[in-house]
């Protein structure tokens, strides 16, 4: 309970700062400490509040709070509930830090953070072998993008001698133009910062190349799923592209690279969604799916329409996640969909749930998926370039995909004939009160939220952004809104078809249509479609062959046996440990026992340490000694005379 007050009063405070800042157009910089003083680097603990920031202070606080309260019965009865709940609340505490930081420091802090919280919940069930790897995942290719990341901050300092974001932004026509020294070639500045920044969105936002952590991260507790993929984790390389928005406009190649890479993000994972048998994996690939379609959209310099697709996607993703809590919840932790069905009668308000998250993800109209999604690809279209119409291209079929896998998993959970086990379907139970609050009010968001801000966010004309936002060119809202009616609802079309085609290929059986689907299914086409699709475009085994397996071996042939067993451990501290223990050993023997072997012994040591600690020194060429060193010499010589 504390932990959910904690993060409800945030919320309270979050809404506060929305009707400040983004209602009243009073934007806020709050400076607390100096954290890092000297005479080239200056940082402080400060947070800026703007436009972008007070939605995301809303996005974050609002589904954490519902995440929390519904953890509350979900994780009842956990032993280590409490560390669970320590964790939520750490993980969005650093999600704070991130969007409301206002230099790249401070922001960087919240997006180790974030990675740090994931690793802890994906892992949280640490007896779990695959927890465990899965948490591992995570955490390495996020250092991949993290290396991105710190890459840009370097080179942002070394650009602007600063890493405040005011500074930054402020000074960026004065580098128009510069080349930067990367790698040995010359590049523009602003290409080759903008190029590192989107590397560390790649890893954290899971784009094509760095998402193979994504599906993984269901190992963890449903509720983290919900945290990780609605509202925090994979939403900061996204936050970061926006914020930056500035950086990223003044290198139109980049743009372009974005572009290429969201729209294939979206065609892929939505297309390995087609095949997965997991309820959570299939709501993890949608995820992925739709952070592709705002990564594209900021490609396309419509900042503003991503941010409105990433608030919606938090409500409705939120509540999908939470509504398959509490399936699997109430049948006894199963997540095989091919274990499931006839669910229904037992989950009926759990089904409505899952009913209108998936409508509002599949885009249907007057939901809230529909006011942002469908904005995306109109204004891709009304770019008229080729790169314009192949992220249209894209997108809409990843529309289709979305919606046949929406349907799949709402027939296989619910509507076809259980194929589940006598002993789950007898104890099978809808959730208690306490978890279905959450999903009341994320059902309320995930109806009525895109039709009540879409004026806000995208309408013509509208001040919202103020400063917030830059964009070079003209934004072409306008004339998205004059396209030809056909391609405007070719989605819609896509969305539909992608509704028959499921429910006759899945629910064929109760059509008797069953002899039809079947034959597609056996077909040897379908079934080379398949594997390839449930390999998942074979991006798994293509890292493990030719990087990870490299690169295991690299380490242990070169690095572990060459460096370490060879170099360092000779020449370093084993080696010299060997070595005195040698020299200890040879010089022991010296002693024998006998009193005038000691003494022989001290008498030249001291001897020999008064010569090596006074100088002699020479005057006009005459050796002159010390007087301890005279009197050092005739000791010396009394020895040998006695």
């Given at each position: 309970?504390l932990?959910?007050?904690?993060?409800?009063l945030s919320?309270?405070f979050?809404?506060?700062?929305?009707?400040?800042?983004?209602?009243?157009s009073?934007f806020?910089?709050?400076?607390l400490?100096?954290?890092?003083?000297?005479?080239l680097?200056?940082?402080?603990?400060?947070?800026f509040?703007?436009?972008i920031a007070?939605?995301?202070?809303?996005?974050v606080?609002?589904?954490?709070?519902?995440?929390?309260?519904?953890?509350?019965?979900y994780?009842d009865?956990d032993?280590?509930q409490?560390?669970?709940?320590?964790?939520l609340?750490?993980?969005t505490?650093f999600?704070?830090?991130?969007v409301?930081?206002d230099?790249f420091i401070v922001?960087?802090l919240?997006?180790?953070g974030?990675?740090?919280?994931?690793?802890l919940?994906i892992s949280?069930?640490?007896t779990r072998?695959?927890a465990?790897?899965?948490?591992l995942k995570a955490?390495i290719v996020?250092?991949?993008?993290d290396?991105g990341?710190v890459l840009?901050?370097?080179?942002i300092?070394?650009?602007?001698k600063?890493?405040?974001y005011v500074?930054?932004?402020?000074?960026?026509?004065?580098v128009?133009?510069q080349t930067?020294?990367?790698l040995?070639?010359d590049?523009?500045?602003?290409?080759?910062i903008s190029?590192?920044?989107f590397w560390?969105?790649?890893?954290k936002?899971a784009?094509?190349?760095?998402?193979?952590?994504?599906p993984?991260?269901m190992?963890?507790?449903t509720?983290?799923?919900?945290l990780?993929h609605?509202?925090?984790l994979?939403t900061?390389g996204?936050?970061?592209?926006i914020?930056?928005s500035?950086?990223f406009?003044?290198?139109?190649?980049i743009l372009?690279f974005?572009t290429?890479?969201?729209?294939?993000?979206?065609?892929?994972?939505s297309?390995?969604?087609?095949?997965?048998?997991?309820?959570?994996?299939?709501?993890?690939y949608s995820?992925?799916?739709q952070?592709?379609?705002?990564v594209?959209?900021?490609?396309?310099s419509?900042y503003s329409?991503?941010?409105?697709h990433l608030?919606?996607?938090?409500l409705?993703?939120a509540?999908?996640f939470?509504s398959?809590?509490?399936v699997i919840h109430?049948l006894s932790?199963?997540?095989?969909l091919?274990?499931m069905?006839?669910?229904?009668r037992?989950?009926?308000?759990s089904y409505?749930m899952?009913l209108t998250?998936?409508?509002?993800l599949?885009?249907i109209?007057?939901?809230t998926?529909?006011?942002s999604k469908?904005?995306i690809l109109e204004v891709a279209?009304s770019?008229?370039?080729?790169?314009?119409?192949?992220?249209?291209?894209?997108?809409?079929s990843?529309a289709?995909?979305?919606?046949f896998?929406?349907?799949r998993l709402l027939?296989l959970?619910?509507?076809v004939?259980?194929?589940s086990?006598?002993?789950?379907?007898?104890?099978?139970?809808?959730?208690?009160?306490?978890?279905?609050i959450?999903l009341?009010?994320?059902c309320?968001g995930s109806v009525?939220a895109?039709?009540i801000?879409k004026?806000?966010?995208?309408?013509?004309g509208?001040p919202?952004?103020?400063?917030s936002?830059?964009?070079?060119f003209?934004?072409?809202?306008?004339?998205?809104?004059?396209?030809?009616?056909f391609?405007k609802?070719?989605?819609?079309?896509?969305?539909?078809l992608?509704?028959?085609?499921?429910?006759?290929s899945v629910y064929?059986?109760s059509?008797?249509l069953k002899?039809?689907?079947y034959?597609?299914k056996?077909?040897?086409n379908?079934?080379?479609?398949?594997?390839?699709?449930?390999?998942?475009w074979h991006?798994d085994q293509i890292v493990n062959?030719?990087l990870i397996?490299?690169l295991m071996?690299f380490?242990?042939?070169?690095?572990?046996?060459n460096l370490?067993k060879?170099?360092?451990?000779?020449?370093g501290p084993?080696?010299?440990?060997?070595?005195?223990n040698?020299?200890?050993q040879k010089?022991?023997?010296i002693h024998t026992?006998?009193i005038?072997h000691?003494?022989?012994?001290?008498i030249f040591?001291?001897t020999?340490?008064s010569?090596?600690?006074?100088?002699?020194y020479?005057?006009n060429d005459i050796?002159?000694?010390?007087?301890f060193?005279?009197?050092?010499?005739s000791?010396?010589v009394?020895?040998?005379i006695?």
């Open positions: 309970m932990s959910t007050f904690s993060i409800f919320f309270i979050s809404i506060l700062a929305f009707y400040e800042v983004a209602v009243k009073s806020c910089t709050v400076t400490t100096p954290w890092i003083n000297t005479d680097f200056i940082c402080h603990w400060g947070f509040f703007d436009t007070s939605v995301m202070l809303i996005v606080c609002s589904v954490s709070c519902l995440v929390h309260w519904y953890s509350i019965a994780m009865g032993p280590h409490g560390r669970f709940m320590g964790y609340s750490l993980f505490g999600m704070l830090i991130l409301t930081a230099n922001m960087f919240g997006w180790e974030i990675g740090l919280a994931s690793f919940l949280f069930w640490y072998i695959r465990g790897q899965a948490a955490m996020n250092r991949v993008g290396l990341l840009a901050i370097c080179a300092f070394l650009t602007f600063s890493v405040d500074i930054v932004f402020g000074l960026l026509p004065t128009v133009n930067f020294t990367f040995g070639f590049f523009d500045r602003f290409t080759i190029f590192l920044l560390g969105a790649v890893g936002s784009q094509i190349g760095l998402h193979i952590w994504l993984d991260a190992e963890g507790p509720p983290v799923s919900a990780i609605a509202a925090t994979v900061a996204v936050f970061l592209i914020r930056c500035l950086i406009e003044q290198s139109l190649p372009f974005i290429i890479i969201g729209a294939l993000t979206a065609f892929f994972a297309s390995v969604g087609l095949v997965q048998n997991d309820l959570k994996r299939v709501i993890a995820t992925c799916s952070l592709g379609y705002m594209f959209a900021c490609g396309l419509h329409v991503a941010l409105f608030a919606n996607h938090a409705f993703k509540l999908l939470l398959a809590g509490c109430g932790d199963e997540q095989d091919r274990k069905g006839g669910l229904i037992f989950f009926p308000i409505v899952i998250g998936s409508l509002a599949t885009g109209p007057f939901l998926g529909f006011y469908d904005a279209l770019r008229y370039s080729m790169i314009g119409n192949f992220a249209y291209f894209l997108g809409s990843a289709f995909f979305t919606s896998y929406s349907w027939f959970t619910f509507i004939p259980t194929s086990y006598k002993y789950y379907i007898k104890n099978c139970h809808e959730a208690g009160i306490t978890m279905l959450p009341f009010v994320l309320f009525f895109g039709f801000f004026d806000a966010f995208i309408g013509l509208t919202f952004f103020e400063n936002i830059f964009v070079l003209c934004p072409i809202i306008l004339e998205a809104e004059f396209l030809n009616t391609l609802n070719l989605p819609l079309n896509f969305t539909l992608g509704f028959i085609l499921s429910f006759f064929a059986g059509l008797k002899k039809v689907a034959t597609l056996v077909s040897e379908w079934r080379k479609i398949y594997t390839f699709l449930s390999k998942k991006f062959r030719y397996n490299k071996l380490g242990y042939s070169v690095a572990f046996q370490d060879t170099n360092i451990e000779k020449f084993l080696g010299f440990s060997v070595l005195t040698k020299i200890a010089t022991s023997k026992g006998f005038y000691n003494l022989f012994l001290i040591g001291f020999l340490v010569f090596l600690s006074f100088n002699i020479v005057i050796f002159i000694s010390s007087t060193n005279l009197l050092a010499l000791y010396l009394f020895f040998f006695s």
